[in-house]
């Protein structure tokens, strides 16, 4: 089965950044999205980003302050995270979509990493 592994995680100041990065298992063509997702006590996970060859796609919320690529040829997709705020605290999640599709709707996304934790805080 495919694999994901999330890395770069850690504790940062409000006003700090953070790349974060997803290696998969299997290269990336072979799937339609990847996607990054969170999750926070009281939360629930919601989407981050979403990347396809077709096109990439943010929450309004997040646009401007977070933006993800891809690198095919290594199997990576990286989630660069610039003015992090206290509310962005949270794990943070990659999970890849190998159906039909190009978007991310979280019950479609067939695999999912384990996850990195990110804390802002002064």
């Known amino acids: 089965q495919l694999r994901l592994e999330e890395s770069g995680g850690g504790s940062v100041q409000p006003g700090g950044s953070l790349r974060l990065f997803c290696t998969t298992s299997?290269?990336?063509?072979?799937?339609?999205?990847v996607g990054w997702f969170r999750e926070a006590p009281g939360r629930g996970r919601e989407l981050v980003s979403c990347?396809?060859?077709?096109?990439?796609y943010y929450p309004d919320s997040n646009l401007g302050r977070f933006s993800t690529s891809m690198e095919k040829a290594w199997n990576v997709v990286y989630l660069q995270m610039n003015d992090l705020k206290p509310d962005d605290t949270a794990t943070y999640y990659c999970?890849?979509?190998?159906?039909?599709?190009?978007?991310?709707?979280?019950?479609?996304?067939?695999?999912w990493g384990k996850g990195t934790l990110v804390t802002v805080s002064s």
């Open positions: 990347i396809s060859d077709v096109n990439t």
């Open positions: 299997q290269v990336i063509l072979d799937y339609f999205a």
């Open positions: 999970a890849a979509r190998a159906g039909s599709g190009n978007i991310c709707n979280e019950p479609y996304m067939d695999y």
